[in-house]
Each structure stands twice: as C-alpha cells, then as structure tokens.
C-alpha cells in the first residue's frame, strides 16, 4: 500500500527502469477537508520500490503552471514511456478554468533523462478536443470539457506512437458519450488527433477514465473507470469502479457495449502492471469506503482470465 498521512493519493501510473519501479501519482492536501476540492489541487508525486508494494516517496515529478497557463489549476493523470534515445516522456493532463468557470483538460509533455527531474516542453498544451469528433463545452453536454488522461504506448509494428485519451463524442445521449480518444506520433514529439476508437451507446458511460490496453498472458483487454453516477441508467446499481473490454487487439476497435465489471466502487483507476517475473498486477486506488473517500493506493492484485473475462484473484 502507498498512502500519504497528510494528503489524498489517487490516480497513479508506473515505469519501470529495469533496477526500480517508479510510481507517479495525483495527490493533494487534506487541508482542504473536502475531497473532492482536491481536483484542483492536484500534483504529480513520485515514489519509488523494488517490490511494488513497498515505496519511498522522493520528489515531486511535477506541479501545475503559472497563471494563465494550460495547467494553471492542476497537473493531472498521464502515463510515461521511455523513447529509443532513451528519454523519458511523460504525458499528462493539464487543467484549467475558463471565463464562463467551466474545467478544461488539454494535454502536456514533459521530459527526463533519469525519471527524476522533468522539464515541461514547449509548445504545450500538444493536443486539445477537436470538435470534428470530440465534445467541447460549446455542446453544453457536460461539466467539464473532457479530455485527460493520456495513456501512451508503441505501436505492435514498432513503426509509431499511440495515445488513448479520456474523451467525449460530439453526439449521442449525454451520460454514453464517453470514448477512447485517439492519436498517434512518429516520434513522441509530433502529434496526431483522429477518431475516437469506440463509439456512443445508449448502454455506455459519460467518460471512460484512466483508459489502458494490455495483452495479460496473450489475451488483449481495454480497462477503464466509471462511476454509476457517470453512465447509463442501464450502467446503474452495479456499484462498479473499474471495467474491462475483451479485444482482439490493443488497438480496437472497442465495444463499450461489451464492457464487464473488474472491481466495484471500492477500487479505481486500475492499471495493470507487469513484474519482472511476468505475472500481471491490477493496482488501483482505494476509492470509497465506509462512506468516505480513502484515498490510498491500494496493493497490487494479480488478475487472471476466466473464459473470456478477465478477472482480479482475491488478495
């Protein structure tokens, strides 16, 4: 377990340098009493472990930007890779407030040689909702103009870069617009935004969070996060958190529609985690219990298949 006795920890990502795994987190002070606030407080923590459960904490990775910044109000979730030069990239989730007081989530890059100091690149934010394809908060649809947490990895082929992202459509009932935001790069410098990889459903979600693909013992699956509140009445009492998506490949297209329970609201924003032994892990953060906000990394759990559903192993 990885916890803060002064702040929230939340959404959280990993590398791994070969000798020690590094985990980047969100967290954000309990002085500010409400949970909830810390949204807008969040900066992106740093720990390190040789075990993935336990963790010393070293410095910040990064904090949010100056006024009038694309993260002047915080740095949120991202995920980091390692380019063939051997630079460390981290991508991440820049937030802002508009004039009208609405949240607006564009994407940023950052860069290390060592995993430990970052530098914010120029040109951020890189990429922003298009609304050729993606709900902005012209649609007056939602609460927020979604379009965070970018999980980056190589392309199968070796040949490119893609990115999913935390997105909206520009279409369909509000609480089934969520989808698995796309864009790709040749060099993780430039890139490209396209068509999202899933479509709006009359039984989906209004924001697939924390989205991640990953071929678990040579079987590919979609996970995401998603709260009752945040998805269709057809979503509503399963008292869910994180949700897979049995795929054929890690590039989709996806099915929403096809989307099964992998843990309940107690647990969110999953990541699957590899160790050096090979065997799979989901780690996510420990999210309601007994009616309040825990705020904790949880352990990691190590996930099986079960026919054709993945499924997490009781710790």
């Known amino acids: 377990m990885f916890a803060l006795r002064d702040s929230w920890v939340w959404d959280h990502w990993f590398a791994d340098d070969g000798d020690t795994y590094h985990l ?42 100056a006024a009038g910044e694309f993260d002047d109000v915080a740095t949120w979730t991202g995920s980091v ?42 040109g951020n934010p890189i990429l922003a909702a298009d609304p050729r394809w993606y709900e902005t908060l012209d649609d007056d649809c939602w609460h927020d103009e979604a379009f965070r ?42 890139w490209v935004l396209g068509p999202p990889l899933s479509q709006p459903a009359d039984d989906g979600f209004g924001q697939l969070e924390v989205t991640q693909t990953a071929c678990v013992d040579g079987r590919c699956v979609l996970l995401f996060s998603c709260l009752d509140e945040h998805a269709m009445p057809a979503r509503a009492g399963r008292h869910s958190g994180v949700w897979a998506v049995t795929t054929k490949t890690l590039l989709g297209p996806f099915d929403v529609t096809a989307a099964y329970p992998l843990t309940d609201e ?34 990691p759990l190590p996930v099986t298949w079960e026919g054709d559903r993945l499924v997490v ?3």
């Open 266 to 299: 107690r647990l969110y924003a999953g990541r699957l985690v590899r160790r050096r032994d090979g065997a799979w892990l989901l780690s996510a953060f420990r999210n309601a219990e007994g009616g309040a906000f825990a705020g904790v990394v949880a352990d």
């Open 313 to 315: 192993q009781a710790g």
């Open 149 to 190: 947490d970018p999980w980056v990895f190589p392309d199968p082929g070796g040949a490119r870069w893609h990115m999913f992202i935390t997105a909206r459509a520009n279409h369909g009932p509000s609480f089934g617009r969520g989808v698995v935001g796309h864009a790709t790069s040749p060099d993780l410098s430039a």
């Open 24 to 65: 980047f987190f969100l967290y954000a002070s309990k002085a500010l009493r409400d949970p909830d606030a810390r949204h807008y407080r969040a900066s992106i923590g740093h720990a390190v472990s040789t075990d993935l459960c336990h963790w010393e904490r070293i410095e910040d990775a990064l904090v949010r930007g």
């Open 81 to 122: 890779v390692q380019g063939a030069d051997g630079v460390w990239h981290l991508f991440y989730t820049g937030a802002s407030i508009t004039t009208s007081g609405h949240n607006r989530q564009t994407i940023g890059h950052a860069t290390s040689a060592d995993l430990i100091t970052w530098d914010k690149q120029p």
